[in-house]
């Protein structure tokens, strides 16, 4: 499974950007997806969590109301779209897929997700 994300770059404070992820994998509607974020200097966290039909999802506090996450499974593409970004937002994203989460559940925790792609960078300026 090979996940490609795209879409990064630089944006000023409340501005909004939109990240895809592209996975080449016949069963992507059978992944949950994920994203996560790291910051210079900081751990790995999680920002979002899609279900296999796109039923369900789950946000950290930081970007409730703020971010939201959608699927096309015919597209095998998950997005994350990112409103009134703030220079906190400034990270390396990454998409990850788990297979092992059944249907309608969504996943937090970054070791549920067997792959991840390359990460595309963010910048919010001031």
């Known amino acids: 499974v090979q996940l490609q994300a795209s879409g990064g770059g630089l944006e000023q404070a409340g501005g909004s950007v939109r990240l895809s992820c592209t996975a080449s994998?016949?069963?992507?509607?059978?992944?949950?997806m994920g994203w996560f974020r790291q910051a210079p200097g900081k751990e790995r966290e999680f920002v979002a969590s899609?279900?296999?039909?796109?039923?369900?999802?789950t946000y950290a506090e930081p970007v409730k109301g703020r971010f939201t996450t959608s699927r096309d499974n015919a597209k095998n593409t998950v997005y994350l779209q990112m409103n009134n970004l703030k220079p906190e937002d400034t990270a390396v994203y990454y998409c990850?897929?788990?297979?092992?989460?059944?249907?309608?559940?969504?996943?937090?925790?970054?070791?549920?997700?067997?792959?991840w792609g390359q990460g595309t960078q963010v910048t919010v300026s001031s």
């Open positions: 899609i279900s296999w039909a796109g039923t369900k999802t």
């Open positions: 990850a897929a788990d297979h092992n989460t059944v249907s309608g559940q969504v996943t937090t925790r970054a070791n549920r997700y067997e792959y």
């Open positions: 994998v016949p069963t992507f509607s059978r992944f949950v």
